[in-house]
């Protein structure tokens, strides 16, 4: 269930506040009459965010050990679907209001259609630009092993030792941080770095 205290993991942040730019970007685009601009921004962040990054960080922290962290996730996920869904809904009315009667329950409302709800807007309470910045962080280390993986015709199923180096201290903290997450969305079995002077 949704009941009881919610910790909220990095990308629980981090797509809280993507959903903010959403939000204003489709808002700005329809004011403008621009609804190409408007559908472009909810699918962008839809496919992109929510669908290919979200729900695979969100397999991970939902195995998290801490139930508080567990009910921020599952809050997150259907909180973000909902007011997804009612941003959507002006260009695609039909099978949003379908998925909307499903999902409305699930964060508490107890509208009878989405038609009737209120339009989206921008919460600056979840604005997170540093969440933003520690996750766009994080994909990139993901997308680099996974480009190196591609060059070299290693098997994504396969579990690599990883060696790092040159390194700030900010980049080891957020490693340590986000360990979690890079082990099992980048497949590593281990994750160093090299001491001065060190090759690998």
Same mark, same amino acid.
């Given at each position: 269930g949704l009941s009881g205290d919610c910790a909220y993991s990095l990308p629980d942040r981090w797509i809280r506040s993507r +959903?903010?730019?959403t939000i204003a970007e489709a808002t700005n685009a329809i004011e403008a009459y621009r609804f190409d601009l408007a559908a472009?921004?909810? /699918?962008?962040?839809?496919? @992109?965010? /929510?669908?290919?990054?979200y729900l695979e960080a969100a397999k991970v922290t939902l195995q998290a050990v801490d139930p508080a962290q567990q009910r921020g996730t599952r809050q997150t996920l259907v909180q $973000?679907?909902?007011?997804?869904? =009612? *941003?959507?809904? %002006?260009?695609? %009315?039909y099978v949003t209001e379908e998925i909307w009667q499903w999902v409305?329950? *699930? $964060?508490? @409302?107890? #509208?009878?259609? +989405?038609? =009737?709800?209120? /339009?989206p807007s921008v919460a600056s309470a979840s604005q997170n630009p540093a969440a933003e910045a520690e996750m766009a962080w994080t994909m990139e280390f993901i997308l680099g092993l996974r480009r190196i993986r591609g060059e070299?015709?290693?098997a994504? &199923?396969? &579990?690599? %030792?990883? *060696?790092?180096? @040159? #390194?700030?201290?900010?980049d080891k903290a957020r490693l340590e941080r @986000?360990?979690? +997450?890079?082990?099992? *969305?980048? =497949?590593?079995? &281990?994750? =160093?770095?090299l001491e001065e002077g060190e090759t690998a």
């Open positions: +959903l903010q730019h472009q921004a909810i /699918y962008e962040f839809t496919w @992109n965010e /929510y669908c290919d990054w $973000v679907l909902e007011t997804l869904l =009612r *941003l959507t809904h %002006p260009i695609m %009315p409305a329950p *699930l $964060v508490g @409302n107890q #509208g009878d259609t +989405l038609m =009737r709800q209120p /339009y070299m015709d290693i994504p &199923s396969k &579990s690599l %030792p990883v *060696l790092l180096q @040159n #390194g700030s201290s900010e @986000n360990a979690t +997450l890079i082990t099992k *969305l980048g =497949r590593t079995a &281990s994750c =160093r770095w």
